[in-house]
């Protein structure tokens, strides 16, 4: 039976996806096929999603929840398991990082709800694909530990399996194109070897682990015979002990990279060489805070000469920053918060030290798992009142400093679709709840 993949966001978006490269390639032999926000039938085979008997739905935002419900209404399939009569549609199944973060409430539309990472289900997953009738599949999912179903409660929530792991690119999504220019997708690491408060990445995934260095560095010397770009992707990319080691061997070719982040302490001038070779323009910086006692506060170890010392490798060797800020973390104030960010950047500014710099700027939002997750967002007023101070700030700068600001409506929501539970946030994701 061809399983079907929902991502509920734009084909773009979907294509450059680990999670669903990693379903293309685990169940290749079945043919998937995947439906996103702006396709009503599959990208690859033209399923349809009301006559499919088996359909996943990988979700890595909260604020996707909200695309799954147009997906469903338009496929005509009641959202709510209870409405959906048994055997009339398919059998319904989530995951991903936004699942794993509140699974509760999505008991109420799905069938089961898997929490935890894919390798470990595999083989599950194609059991349930071989048997043939419903009834053999729910009795299998409900012997599954990381399964999740409407009689069954389950706190603990299950991480992958210690030993290999490697991600990259479907063959079959490929050619389809990405948000990274067509590069290859190759995932080197999962969790972070940080323990910032406020992130869920190493709380998540409790621990740092490296893809298996073998298949690693074959995809990297396939991409390289090819003459295809590589999109590298983990939270904690240069803790990776092989990351020098792709750089090198992309830099001799050389062959286009692009990097997800990294650290300010990561940013050497041995890298910054190898980045310029492989076609890299500009670089994340991820600051958090401008403010030293609050970067302390949250445990991110990152003194202002670190900032000061990555800048300036990024400036002789012509490479542009993106500097990341979140607003509004725990005990902090705002305008004392935006003067800290102003000062910073008139600092990098005296040095000669800004390079084409833009500025992105996040409001907090407290996650799950993390010790953070029971603090209060700012208010949309304190969000205001930073974001006009720093752009007050920045026009003593002469527009040398191009600043993104996130809505911060679009926080709340995120945040809400991972504290909310039961009816309250099924009224949310439908929009029956107009609250600001």
Not at 81 to 110: C, H, Q, T, Y
Not at 300 to 328: C, P, Q, W
Not at 363 to 375: G, I, L, R
Request: glycine share 6%; charged share 25%.
């Amino acid at each position: 039976m061809r399983p079907v993949l929902i991502y509920p966001e734009n084909r773009d978006i979907a294509l450059s996806n680990l999670a669903v490269h990693w379903f293309f390639n685990a169940f290749e032999k079945y043919s998937p096929d995947l439906i996103t926000l702006d396709s009503e039938t599959g990208v690859i085979h033209g399923s349809r999603l009301d006559r499919s008997p088996f359909v996943f739905v990988s979700v890595s935002y909260g604020l996707s929840f909200f695309n799954l419900v147009k997906i469903f209404e338009r496929s005509r399939i009641p959202l709510l398991k209870k409405d959906r009569e048994k055997g009339m549609f398919p059998i319904l199944i989530a995951g991903g990082v936004a699942v794993m973060l509140n699974p509760e409430p999505l008991k109420l539309i799905f069938d089961a709800v898997f929490t935890g990472e894919g390798e470990c289900m595999e083989q599950d997953i194609i059991s349930m694909l071989e048997l043939g009738t419903r009834e053999e599949v729910f009795d299998l999912i409900g012997r599954f530990p990381y399964a999740l179903t409407g009689g069954k409660d389950h706190s603990e929530y299950v991480c992958a399996k210690a030993g290999s792991f490697c991600v990259s690119s479907s063959p079959v999504l490929h050619s389809m194109g990405n948000c990274f220019n067509d590069r290859n997708i190759i995932e080197i690491s999962r969790g972070c070897t940080g323990k910032c408060r406020f992130c869920a990445a190493s709380y998540v995934y409790r621990t740092f682990r490296e893809a298996g260095r073998p298949e690693v560095m074959s995809r990297v010397e396939s991409s390289i015979e090819k003459g295809e770009g590589i999109a590298l992707m983990g939270a904690s990319l240069a803790s990776c002990s092989f990351f020098d080691e792709i750089l090198e061997k992309c830099a001799s070719v050389p062959v286009s990279i692009s990097l997800s982040s990294l650290k300010a302490a990561e940013i050497t001038e041995s890298r910054a060489v190898l980045l310029k070779k492989c076609g890299v323009k500009t670089v994340t910086v991820a600051v958090e805070s401008a403010d030293e006692v609050t970067r302390k506060a949250i445990l991110k170890n990152l003194s202002k000469e670190t900032i000061f010392n990555a800048m300036d490798v990024l400036k002789r060797h012509d490479l542009r920053s993106r500097i990341y800020i979140i607003a509004g973390l725990p005990s902090t104030e705002p305008v004392t918060e935006a003067e800290a960010l102003i000062n910073l950047l008139e600092e990098l500014d005296r040095r000669k030290l800004l390079n084409g710099t833009d500025l992105s700027v996040a409001p907090f939002a407290p996650k799950p798992f993390t010790p953070y997750q029971n603090e209060q967002m700012m208010s949309k007023k304190e969000y205001k009142i930073f974001s006009d101070t720093v752009r007050k700030g920045l026009l003593k700068l002469d527009s040398r400093v191009k600043a993104e600001f996130f809505p911060y409506r679009e926080s709340v929501l995120d945040v809400m679709c991972g504290q909310l539970k039961g009816d309250d946030f099924i009224k949310m994701i439908k929009g029956e709840d107009k609250g600001d």
